[in-house]
């Protein structure tokens, strides 16, 4: 994909950009991806999904999740998988 092609399925949401990898057009439904740069201190605010599994891999820095009761820190090369 050519780097202008890139920035026009790049956005920036509350601090944080998110860039769209496959939407759920292309992929038939079947999956969504996106490539986040995260700041300290973002991400969304606490939610959860009713009908979607969540997959987050770090590449660098690390980040907190919590999945019900348990929270957890996942590093580089680490991932967390949220259903």
Known sequence: MESGARE???FWGPG???TFLVT???SGGSMFALDCVVGVG???PPH???????LFYVFEGSIS??????TRVI?????AFVP
Do not use: I, K, N, V
């Not at 959860?48 to 969540?54: I, K, N």
């Not at 590093?75 to 991932?79: A, E, L, N, V």
């Open 75 to 79: 590093g580089p090369g680490q991932s």
């Open 48 to 54: 959860r999904h009713l009908a979607e599994d969540e």
């Open 8 to 10: 026009e399925r790049s």
């Open 65 to 70: 999740f919590t999945m019900g009761d348990e």
């Open 16 to 18: 944080d950009r998110y």
């Open 42 to 44: 973002g991400g969304p």
């Open 24 to 26: 759920g057009e292309e």
